[in-house]
T-cell receptor, first 114, second 114 residues
Framework: NAGVTQTPKFRILKIGQSMTLQCTQD?????MYWYRQDPGMGLKLIYY???????DKGEVPNGYNVSRSTTEDFPLRLELAAPSQTSVYFC?????????????FGPGTRLTVT | AQSVTQLGSHVSVSEGALVLLRCNYS??????LFWYVQYPNQGLQLLLK??????LVKGINGFEAEFKKSETSFHLTKPSAHMSDAAEYFC????????????FGKGTRLSVIA
């Protein structure tokens, strides 16, 4: 299994541009998550999904959109990029059954908006 | 809502010394508890978790943590630090009721001095 994969690894955007961060998992996990990580702030949840066709907002959803058309894919869309969106973005997934199941993380996408 | 406090954003220890990273949670009902490690420029990897049963939990790389309900704590320890332990460590919690996402602490960066 490849686990959770994310593309691209790095990206530089100009203010106002848009882009999609890709996330794919091959573990047949129902739950998927997007976090952003800023220095000294830990990880903050942007959006999550409990299955195909179902998404919900996390703590910091403004400026982002998601979709979940398949079990495997959970892309994160940035519209009108702003410098405040400069961050490292992590996708994660886990099984539905069992609250104790841990989340598996991708390697991250480092985004700079200038 | 759940919250997690990690005392000390940066901890420095000598090689061979005891590692102690502190984590406290805020919940009247004990949650599921996790410790993750993040090596530079990588994603997060699970170190250990507490769900039910024995309160002393052993994880990978010689780390362990003890759940103390009376202190609402889940501190991470390792008897003897290695240079390879230098990384950022995150404590995270999840409610035992409902399918809620993990809530992370702000992280503690561990430095190991030769």
């Amino acid at each position: 299994n490849a686990g959770v994969t994310q593309t691209p690894k790095f990206r530089i955007l100009k203010i106002g541009q848009s882009m999609t961060l890709q996330c794919t998992q091959d573990m047949n996990h129902n739950y998927m998550y997007w976090y952003r990580q800023d220095p000294g702030m830990g990880l903050k949840l942007i959006y999550y999904s409990v299955g195909a066709g179902i998404t919900d907002k996390g703590e910091v959803p403004n400026g982002y959109n998601v979709s979940r058309s398949t079990t495997e894919d959970f892309p994160l869309r940035l519209e009108l990029a702003a410098p405040s969106q400069t961050s490292v973005y992590f996708c994660a997934s886990r099984h539905r059954q069992g609250q104790s199941y841990e989340q598996y993380f991708g390697p991250g996408t480092r985004l700079t908006v200038t | 809502a759940q919250s997690v406090t990690q005392l000390g954003s940066h901890v420095s220890v000598s090689e061979g010394a005891l590692v102690l990273l502190r984590c406290n949670y805020s919940s009247s009902v004990p949650p599921y508890l996790f410790w993750y490690v993040q090596y530079p420029n990588q994603g997060l990897q699970l170190l250990l978790k507490y769900t039910t049963g024995a309160t002393l939990v052993k994880g990978i790389n010689g780390f362990e943590a003890e759940f103390k309900k009376s202190e609402t704590s889940f501190h991470l320890t390792k008897p003897s630090a290695h240079m390879s332990d230098a990384a950022e460590y995150f404590c995270a919690v999840r409610d035992v009721s409902g399918n809620t996402p993990l809530v992370f602490g702000k992280g503690t960066r561990l430095s190991v001095i030769a």
